[in-house]
């Protein structure tokens, strides 16, 4: 076998490698039957499609995280749970072998966490709020507590964002000819920055949020200008996308972490779809200067999950969110 035959079949022979690895990590060990890869890449596309088409049949529409207030805690949950139960039927399975959504995910199959539990937190009215509607932007007697600035493609942007955004109430500045800086003013949630100090000593951190990566990163850096508390970042490209309306965080993503030791805290119960026991729903935070909903999730999460081997049976006794979403769709 001359050198250059010896090398394309290297090559070949590391392809399959590598094609046979990502076979192995999805989750359908029965389906693994020997393929070849592209019939296995065509039936991948098919399951996506399957998906999609069964989100598509969903009968309701989303609560937004407007209705996620102190005091509507009990309608907001009974009426996410009931929507939840009828999610029950879709295959996120199938949604996962989309290979864009581990994209940036980190890898702890080599112990990297120091045997730390994962603690991922979401953005968006759960540590801050940014007012793109310019909900306080003519108000003199209300200052925010910064102003950040990112830049992206504007078109992009909008696609990914324009649910949030009435651009008359953005500072906008032209840098070239398809992109923008934006600016937008946020609100710290109280004890935010503590929060994460706190528990970074005793969690290994991410953020886990539905948000463009231009504008988290952005909202990021200035809550962890450091980058010592906050280890890994993930976006909207990681989360499954129903309908464009609902974002699911499926923590399988999370690699070489047992899903007992994993914990997503968020003001969205619909971010919980997957894994309903491993999740803390937070009342949405806007510009409420006496919030104390960190405080009380930190004493929740050093009292009751910081040394418990599995946080899922925990999270079950407080919350019920399994139990709950099982009766509504028994019913």
């Known amino acids: 076998m001359n050198l250059e035959v010896t090398s394309r079949y290297r090559q070949s022979h590391s392809l399959k490698s590598e094609r046979q690895e990502y076979r192995e990590k999805l989750f359908?060990?029965?389906?693994?039957?020997?393929?070849?890869?592209?019939k296995y890449g065509h039936k991948i596309k098919k399951n996506i499609r399957e998906f999609k088409k069964q989100a598509s049949k969903l009968e309701f529409y989303p609560l937004?995280?407007?209705e996620n207030y102190p005091g509507n805690y009990d309608n907001y949950l009974q009426m996410t749970?009931?929507?939840?139960?009828?999610?029950?039927?879709?295959?996120?399975?199938?949604?996962?072998?989309?290979?864009?959504?581990?994209?940036?995910v980190p890898d702890y199959t080599n112990g990297q966490n120091n045997g730390k539990k994962i603690l991922l937190l979401d953005l968006d009215e759960t540590l801050i709020h940014a007012d793109f509607n310019g909900e306080?932007?003519?108000?003199?007697?209300?200052?925010y507590d910064a102003i950040i600035k990112f830049k992206e493609n504007e078109k992009d942007f909008e696609e990914n964002c324009g649910e949030y955004i009435e651009k008359r109430?953005?500072?906008?500045?032209?840098?070239?000819?398809?992109?923008?800086?934006?600016?937008?003013?946020?609100?710290?949630?109280?004890?935010?920055?503590?929060?994460?100090?706190?528990?970074?000593k005793y969690f290994e951190v991410g953020i886990f949020t539905a948000s463009v990566k231009e504008y988290a990163d952005a909202v990021i850096d200035y809550l962890d200008p450091d980058k010592n508390m906050i280890k890994f970042r993930l976006y909207r490209n990681n989360c499954i996308n129903v309908n464009d309306k609902i974002y699911v965080k499926d923590l399988r993503i999370i690699k070489g972490v047992d899903l007992k030791d994993i914990i997503l805290i968020d003001n969205s119960m619909y971010s919980f779809t997957a894994q309903l026991t491993n999740g803390i729903l937070i009342n949405s935070f806007y510009n409420d200067k006496n919030d104390i909903e960190l405080y009380n999730v930190l004493g929740y999460l050093l009292n009751f999950l910081y040394k418990v081997d599995d946080?899922?049976?925990?999270?079950?006794?407080?919350?019920?969110?399994?139990r709950i979403t099982n009766d509504l769709g028994a019913n």
């Open 28 to 38: 359908n060990p029965e389906d693994n039957e020997a393929v070849s890869p592209k």
């Open 81 to 104: 749970l009931s929507h939840i139960a009828q999610m029950k039927c879709l295959r996120f399975d199938h949604a996962l072998e989309d290979k864009k959504i581990f994209k940036g």
């Open 136 to 143: 306080f932007y003519n108000d003199k007697s209300i200052k």
């Open 169 to 200: 109430r953005m500072k906008l500045e032209k840098l070239e000819e398809e992109e923008k800086e934006y600016r937008v003013g946020i609100f710290l949630r109280r004890g935010a920055k503590q929060f994460l100090a706190e528990v970074s």
């Open 64 to 66: 937004g995280s407007r």
């Open 311 to 322: 946080v899922r049976l925990i999270n079950e006794q407080f919350f019920n969110f399994q």
